[in-house]
């Protein structure tokens, strides 16, 4: 009998494998709900997700982060390799590459699209790409870049949007006196090596994709990738209607769903309610100035800063902002990035411990204060009333400022803001990025906070050379330990992507970067 | 002749008028906290990266050399480019400005077409259940947020029924209209309810006029009565209030245009404010403004046309 079973067990499999396989569909064109329009499809000039979510489907980079956003994996080359002393990288050419119009993508396609790249003057990208001193085509398939230092993270940096290739020979060729005129007419009709190009693109409305018929990549059934005639991008930026469109079979897929619509839609027999992980933290970031216009400043006390931490009931918020799709903070980067050091949620809840701290600082008595949001926006509202509650349990009178999003960066810019709520997304997999603009303070005085650690700034600049993974790791680690005790900011959540695809659609994912992949979608006609 | 010096008169003083609203939006825009680049790159970019490219779009110059050069280009026909989008302001406003019209002109045509029979059905059947109905559902409509309202509508004959699609704009001029009827419906709604309450209120009181009743007794049909004398009149007020309404309704779309993901001037608009995108601000507003004022402009030659005294 139980020969039986585990014979019919293994056909079962071998069938539910091979089935797998054959249900595999091509064609069709996929239809998806974006929340807001792209605005220029240039991978060195641009300067918003928007665009960098989605300009993977168009654009290869020679080094691909992989789905878990913590590896990389072959791009347009297919093998490299760095020198022992870390200054030197080398890396094949993957073979019989096109771009979208036909032509040869060639080493001098990557040369030229590295140097402009890593161009200071050029977009706000460059310093991923600052360790590079000169990038050399040693033959038809070979680069080296020759680095001025040697650099930890360059081979992430390579699987970043802004080193794309790019045809050198169609840029150049196109109206315009300077690069970013020409960009300007580039980006509207965008030529790339990636798996989909733009067919059409009515601003504000809908952007039309079609497959690049000669991508490089095969698909399972051994045919050229992508699965699917095209990608259709809606703009919808209410998101009730992009949920109806979504339900009533008016679209395939639809991004940013509102955390509170994330139930029902699970519970939709027709639709799958993807929450892809995120490298998203959500916190609280404050100044910590000693003076603040001219006035003593509660927050630059630690003890006040930690009781603030313990009296922020975290798993209330996820809660009520989130309906419970958060998860508790580990540390000040999200648990999805390379490096990210802490098993336990931070600062949690305890009141008492909140009183006790507040009461040995220099404001026992409890302070007034404020934090600015973004006006309308509904999370922002949600999180600051609750935290006026939380705080004014131990004495803090918290009064909230709604401002547009541009007020509320000029505050934060020039260090004038008190309080404000304030969220990060890494654009590279490595725990570099984020650590130079929350805890390194040269680079914007730690979230412009004001903040400074001499500790946490030697570790950092060392960590930007040390090519030994482990020793590199235990000093991130420590900078997660000084920054997560002391640091300027009340950690509040992490939250995943919310993606609602309708049952039909197979093989989409976002990674923890953000970017859409469309490139192994089919679709189950 | 004199139609024709009264339209010049108008047009004449759509240019100081313009003049004054691009001054102003110039400086307002400018007055606003924050600026192009730190709006749109937010908390990633470097202050150095910001200054660079603030520097790079001329915003480092003064207001009125500024201001110089943007007069200068506007004079030519040239409104310069979107800073966050990288094309030419003249073409986005091509693209959606003629949206929202079609959306304004689809929305009055539906406003009117409701309005004019219904404050005739209130005004002769006053106090009767007839006029109390009327107003009940138009009460409701002046009281329902267009948001709210465009909503009920989608899924109701969008995902329910399937009359209309849920969202979006559409390909060529018809599927166009289809894709506005219903944004088109949720604005009139309001819209219908004021000019129903105001045209009723005239239709009343032009009844009871002297020349009315003459006409009654020397013996015109009581049809000819209602269309050459009461409406005539009673309309007078009604085109000076719908002229005034059509800003409110322009205001309505930008709302309407985000429920219904239509791709207009509104939405356009708003984006363009919060990424402090000045010059498709600027150019935006003085189309709006050149829009409303030749809707002005037909409004009191309709006015004219009505009432001879006007002109």
Same mark, same amino acid.
């Given at each position: 009998m139980k020969i039986f079973s585990a014979a019919a067990l293994f056909v079962a499999l071998i069938i539910g494998g091979l089935q797998s396989v054959t249900a595999l569909e091509r064609g069709g064109v996929m239809s998806y709900g974006r929340y807001t329009d792209s605005m220029f499809l240039d991978p060195v000039l641009n300067d918003a997700n928007v665009d960098i979510w989605i300009m993977g489907n168009i654009y290869d980079t020679l080094i691909v982060p992989t789905d878990d956003g913590k590896g990389l994996k072959p791009g347009l080359a !297919?093998?490299?390799?760095?020198?022992?002393?870390?200054?030197?990288?080398?890396?094949? $050419?993957?073979?019989?590459?096109?771009?979208?119009?036909?032509?040869?993508?060639?080493?001098?396609?990557?040369?030229?699209?590295?140097?402009?790249?890593?161009?200071?003057?050029?977009?706000?990208?460059?310093? $991923?790409?600052a360790s590079v001193d000169t990038v050399v085509a040693t033959d038809s398939s070979t680069i080296q870049l020759n680095l001025k230092y040697s650099d930890p993270t360059i081979l992430a940096a390579l699987s970043v949007f802004n080193a794309a290739v790019m045809p050198q020979k169609?840029?150049?060729?196109?109206?315009?006196?300077?690069?970013?005129?020409?960009?300007?007419?580039?980006?509207?009709?965008?030529?790339? !090596?990636?798996?989909?190009?733009?067919?059409?693109?009515?601003?504000?409305?809908?952007?039309?994709?079609?497959?690049?018929?000669?991508?490089?990549?095969?698909?399972?059934?051994?045919?050229?990738?992508?699965?699917?005639?095209?990608?259709?991008?809606?703009?919808?930026?209410?998101?009730?209607?992009?949920?109806?469109? $979504?339900?009533?079979?008016?679209?395939?897929?639809?991004?940013?769903?509102?955390?509170?619509?994330?139930?029902?839609?699970?519970?939709?027999?027709?639709?799958?309610?993807? $929450?892809?992980?995120?490298?998203?933290?959500?916190?609280?970031?404050?100044?910590?100035?000693?003076?603040?216009?001219?006035?003593?400043?509660?927050?630059?006390?630690?003890?006040?800063?930690?009781?603030?931490?313990?009296?922020?009931?975290?798993?209330?918020l996820i809660q009520v902002v989130t309906y419970g799709v958060g998860t508790p903070m580990s540390s000040f980067m999200a648990s999805a990035t390379p490096m990210h050091s802490g098993d336990s949620p931070l600062f949690p809840y305890d009141l008492e411990k909140a009183k006790s701290l507040l009461a040995e600082s220099a404001y026992p008595d409890g302070f007034s204060s404020n934090i600015l949001?973004?006006?309308?926006?509904?999370?922002?509202?949600?999180?600051? !009333?609750?935290?006026?509650?939380?705080?004014?349990?131990?004495?803090?009178?918290?009064?909230?400022?709604?401002?547009?999003?541009?007020s509320r960066t000029e505050q934060y810019r020039n260090g004038t803001f008190t309080m404000r709520t304030g969220g990060w997304t890494n654009d590279i997999a490595d725990p570099s990025q984020i650590s130079s603009y929350y805890a390194y303070s040269p680079t914007i005085d730690a979230v412009h906070s004001g903040w400074k650690s001499d500790e946490v700034d030697e570790l950092f600049e060392a960590s930007q050379q040390e090519m030994d993974l482990g020793k590199r790791a235990a000093q991130f680690a420590r900078i997660q330990e000084i920054f997560n005790a002391s640091g300027p900011t009340i950690p509040t959540y992490e939250t995943p992507y919310p993606v609602a695809l309708r049952d039909v659609v197979h093989g989409f994912h976002q990674i923890p970067l953000g970017n859409n992949v469309f490139r192994e979608v089919w679709l189950d006609k | 002749m004199q139609l024709i010096r009264f339209i010049f008169y108008r047009i004449l003083h759509l240019i100081p008028t313009l003049l004054f609203i691009l001054i102003v939006v110039f400086v307002l825009v400018r007055l606003l906290p924050g600026d192009p680049a730190s709006a749109i790159l937010g908390d990633r970019a470097l202050d150095a990266d910001v200054e660079r490219i603030n520097r790079e779009?001329?915003?480092?110059?003064?207001?009125?050399?500024?201001?110089?050069?943007?007069?200068?280009?506007? #004079?030519?026909?040239?409104?310069?480019?979107?800073?966050? #989008?990288?094309?030419?302001? *003249?073409?986005?406003?091509?693209?959606?400005?003629?949206?929202?019209? *079609?959306?304004?002109?689809?929305a009055s045509s539906i406003a009117v077409f409701v309005a004019v029979p219904l404050a005739f059905v209130a005004a002769l059947w006053r106090g009767k259940a007839g006029d109390i109905a009327v107003r009940g559902v138009f009460q409701v409509g002046l009281s329902m947020p267009v948001f709210y309202l465009g909503l009920i509508l989608l899924t109701v004959f969008g995902a329910r029924l399937g009359w209309f699609p849920v969202g979006g704009y559409g390909d060529g001029f018809l599927d166009n209209l289809y894709h506005l009827f219903l944004p088109?419906?949720?604005?009139?709604?309001?819209l219908s309810a004021i000019l129903m309450r105001n045209l009723r209120s005239a239709i009343i009181e032009v009844l009871d006029a002297e020349y009315v009743q003459f006409a009654?007794?020397?013996?015109i049909g009581p049809g000819m009565?209602?269309?050459?004398?009461?409406?005539?009149n009673a309309l007078i007020s009604t085109v000076a209030l719908f002229g005034l309404s059509i800003g409110t309704l322009l205001s309505g779309a930008v709302i309407t245009e985000s429920v219904f993901a239509i791709p207009g001037a509104g939405r356009l608009m708003v984006e363009s404010i919060y990424g402090r995108d000045y010059p498709v601000v600027q150019g935006m507003t003085i189309s709006l403004a050149v829009l409303v004022s030749l809707t002005f402009l037909l409004t009191d030659l309709v006015q004219a046309w009505l009432d001879p005294r006007v002109g």
């Open positions: !297919t093998d490299w390799s760095v020198s022992p002393a870390g200054d030197v990288v080398t890396l094949k $050419l993957r073979e019989g590459v096109s771009f979208s119009d036909g032509s040869a993508m060639t080493a001098s396609d990557v040369v030229w699209s590295f140097n402009r790249a890593k161009n200071p003057d050029n977009g706000i990208w460059y310093f $991923l790409l169609l840029f150049e060729a196109m109206e315009g006196k300077t690069d970013a005129e020409k960009a300007q007419n580039f980006g509207k009709n965008p030529i790339g !090596t990636g798996p989909f190009m733009l067919e059409s693109w009515d601003r504000g409305s809908v952007m039309k994709l079609v497959k690049n018929p000669h991508y490089w990549g095969v698909g399972e059934d051994g045919q050229p990738l992508p699965y699917l005639d095209g990608v259709t991008f809606e703009v919808i930026p209410d998101d009730a209607t992009r949920i109806l469109k $979504l339900q009533s079979g008016g679209l395939d897929g639809a991004e940013f769903i509102p955390f509170a619509r994330v139930n029902e839609l699970d519970a939709d027999p027709e639709i799958n309610m993807e $929450l892809y992980p995120g490298t998203r933290v959500n916190n609280v970031i404050l100044n910590v100035r000693p003076e603040l216009n001219g006035v003593e400043n509660p927050l630059s006390d630690e003890l006040v800063r930690q009781a603030m931490n313990y009296a922020t009931n975290k798993q209330a949001i973004i006006a309308g926006n509904q999370d922002g509202v949600a999180v600051a !009333t609750a935290l006026q509650q939380m705080w004014g349990a131990i004495g803090i009178d918290l009064e909230i400022k709604q401002v547009d999003n541009a | 779009l001329g915003l480092d110059r003064s207001m009125a050399i500024q201001f110089l050069a943007f007069l200068k280009s506007v #004079l030519t026909g040239n409104l310069g480019d979107s800073i966050h #989008l990288k094309v030419p302001v *003249m073409e986005l406003i091509q693209k959606r400005l003629p949206v929202t019209i *079609m959306l304004t002109i689809m088109a419906v949720v604005l009139a709604f309001s009654k007794g020397k013996g009565v209602l269309i050459r004398h009461v409406l005539r």
